[in-house]
């Protein structure tokens, strides 16, 4: 049986990665920002995922397992400081939102 | 996994992944990603990794997904007019987007050697790979300082998210 080289699974996961980078910089609402960043965290977990399988090895798992305890915790924070935003300043648009901006 | 299989997981991926940045309303964005996340799921059930495709749907798909549909809908967000950068932002941002898919390419191409063998993915695996207790017993042996660190991390979001939502800011 044939079978996939791992150079395919790194482009595919670097393609995914760079459609959430364009997400992070073209979109304005911020949480479409914010799952373009969960976006970016999956294209590294296969990554992962893809050079544990190539390597025999399963530290790329367990690495995955704490990328995806990283990525909870970052939305459920972010989510929260969206809600106190909104609350606010009764928007999401990130162009608006510059009293920290240099 | 088989390159007829792969591509069309692919295809699939990548369709969602644009989805997600091009659709306008933010709940068309979600489920897009919602989508992808189980295609991602079913790549990383090819590649033996059971348990993290497990998890992926349950955290991801699951929890962490619902967690953003829900704030959409207490936002209350319409579809906005397609919100997008400036044209120089856009134009400067596909600019470096297509260089590094260019390198990436490259790297692989070049620097080939075991990468570009299919052969490498084809060997047989040592028994118990991506199962429960193989990932449990390297979490708690080799990974368990990291463990620990990470029930701090989540117990310190848990109390961050509540203070964050509860407060009304001055």
Redesign the interface.
């Known amino acids: 049986?044939?079978?996939?080289?791992?150079?395919?699974?790194?482009?595919?996961g670097?393609?995914?990665f760079?459609?959430?980078?364009?997400?992070v910089?073209?979109?304005?609402?911020v949480?479409?920002v914010?799952?373009?960043i969960?976006?970016m965290l999956?294209a590294v977990?296969?990554v992962f995922?893809?050079l544990?399988?190539?390597l025999?090895t399963?530290?790329g798992?367990?690495t995955?397992?704490?990328v995806?305890?990283?990525?909870?915790?970052?939305?459920?924070?972010g989510?929260?400081?969206?809600?106190?935003v909104?609350?606010?300043r009764e928007t999401?648009?990130v162009?608006e939102l510059t009293v920290l901006r240099w | 996994m088989s390159p007829a299989l792969f591509l069309v997981l692919a295809a699939c991926l990548i369709v969602g992944a644009l989805g997600v940045v091009l659709l306008s309303s933010p709940v068309r964005s979600a489920l897009s990603l919602v989508v992808t996340l189980f295609f991602m799921a079913v790549v990383f059930l090819l590649l033996d990794a059971q348990l993290v495709a497990a998890l992926q749907v349950v955290v991801y798909a699951g929890a962490i997904m619902v967690l953003f549909l829900f704030v959409i809908m207490l936002l209350n967000l319409q579809a906005d007019p397609p919100a997008m950068a400036r044209l120089g932002v856009r134009v400067t941002a596909a600019f470096g987007a297509s260089l590094f898919l260019l390198a990436v390419v490259r790297f692989l191409t070049r620097g080939g050697g075991t990468m570009t063998d299919p052969r490498g993915m084809a060997t047989p695996l040592p028994e118990g790979f991506g199962s429960t207790q193989g990932l449990a017993e390297l979490l708690f042996t080799r990974f368990l300082f990291a463990f620990e660190i990470t029930s701090i991390l989540l117990v310190v979001a848990i109390i961050g998210a509540v203070v964050l939502a509860k407060k009304k800011l001055t």
């Open positions: 049986m044939t079978v996939v080289p791992l150079s395919w699974y790194l482009t595919l670097a393609v995914l760079t459609i959430g980078v364009l997400g910089l073209v979109r304005r609402n949480i479409v914010f799952m373009s969960e976006l999956n977990n296969l995922v893809a544990s399988r190539h025999h399963m530290d798992q367990v995955v397992f704490f995806m305890t990283v990525a909870a915790a970052e939305a459920a924070v989510l929260a400081i969206i809600i106190a909104f609350r606010n999401v648009n162009d």
